[in-house]
């Protein structure tokens, strides 16, 4: 018996994890709204199909958010899936960053996503079912990455709102999950998806050394393959029961569980101290 076909809306599609999800999901004949900030460039990178949906937003504007969404649910009919998975990384101290810089972060990596989340959210009540997949990083869930600590914060934000989240939409037979990547091979640390800061501190010996070596070294050498974290993504959107939290990739579980183990070890070793404090 044929598996009705679902329509997923996915941010960010004109290169890396979003691109990927697009061509593998129409590959798998499902309905995909495709958004990205120039609507002309998805249409040079993807055939056009009556199951293909090409869409200009920007994503910081609601509005144009809101237009994109009911442009969705208006060709398709439904709206089973959403992938918020544009964003952007910043690499600079905390301290030469600019307040500007540190809120466009903000805006785009947690504020976008709740944007669309609050858009696509009345639809998929209405449903009684649908999947939110918000792409964190494991920058969201470990922080100690020196130079990139405004980023890793923006990631921390989106993983919390979506555990608060997955409590909120359950009742609507909702599913939520949020995807911790570790290192995966797209243009992540390319010059176009990574921004430096304007004013660069010299004293920020430590920043300037992790710039450098994820500019230099680490890009176009990273373990992960985007077609399968890609792969991975949609399995977990076929699953009855989805995690919550999705990790990819053996370095971001390696990480992940470093981290575990470290943080039991210092919960332990300070128990008496934290569990002095009730009346």
């Known amino acids: 018996?044929?598996?009705?076909?679902?329509?997923?809306?996915?941010?960010?599609?004109?290169?890396?994890?979003?691109?990927?999800?697009?061509?593998?999901?129409?590959a798998k004949g499902?309905?995909?709204?495709?958004t990205s900030r120039n609507k002309k460039e998805l249409e040079n990178l993807i055939p056009s199909s009556e199951n293909f949906l090409p869409l200009e937003m920007d994503l910081v504007d609601e509005s144009s958010v809101g237009n994109a969404i009911a442009k969705t649910i208006d060709t398709f009919g439904s709206l089973d899936y959403v992938i918020n998975n544009a964003g952007y990384g910043l690499i600079g101290a905390l301290e030469e960053l600019s307040d500007a810089e540190a809120r466009h972060n903000?805006?785009?990596?947690?504020?976008?996503?709740?944007?669309?989340?609050?858009?696509?959210?009345?639809?998929?009540?209405?449903?009684?079912?649908?999947?939110?997949?918000?792409?964190?990083?494991?920058?969201?869930?470990?922080?100690?990455?020196?130079?990139?600590?405004?980023?890793?914060?923006?990631?921390?934000?989106?993983?919390?709102?979506?555990?608060?989240?997955?409590?909120?939409?359950?009742?609507?037979?909702?599913?939520?999950?949020a995807v911790l990547p570790g290192y995966f091979r797209t243009n992540f640390l390319n010059?176009?998806?990574?921004?430096?800061?304007k004013n660069q501190m010299d004293e920020y010996t430590s920043a300037r050394e992790s710039q450098q070596l994820h500019q230099q070294q680490i890009a176009n050498n990273q373990p992960g393959d985007p077609a399968k974290g890609v792969a991975a993504i949609i399995e977990a959107a076929q699953s009855e029961n989805p995690p919550v939290h999705l990790f990819l990739g053996s370095d971001a579980y390696g990480l992940a569980k470093q981290k575990m183990d470290n943080m039991s070890a210092e919960l332990e070793q300070w128990k008496s101290l934290t569990t002095s404090t009730d009346f």
């Not at 018996?1 to 129409?26: N, R």
């Open 30 to 34: 499902e309905k995909v709204a495709a």
């Open 1 to 26: 018996m044929k598996t009705p076909q679902k329509t997923w809306f996915v941010t960010g599609t004109s290169k890396g994890f979003g691109l990927e999800l697009v061509q593998q999901l129409l």
């Open 106 to 177: 903000f805006d785009v990596n947690v504020f976008g996503s709740l944007n669309v989340i609050r858009q696509a959210l009345p639809q998929m009540r209405k449903q009684q079912s649908g999947h939110i997949f918000n792409i964190a990083s494991i920058g969201g869930y470990l922080g100690d990455f020196p130079g990139f600590g405004i980023y890793c914060a923006t990631k921390f934000a989106v993983v919390g709102f979506s555990e608060a989240l997955v409590t909120e939409v359950k009742p609507f037979n909702i599913n939520v999950t």
């Open 191 to 197: 010059s176009d998806s990574l921004v430096t800061p």
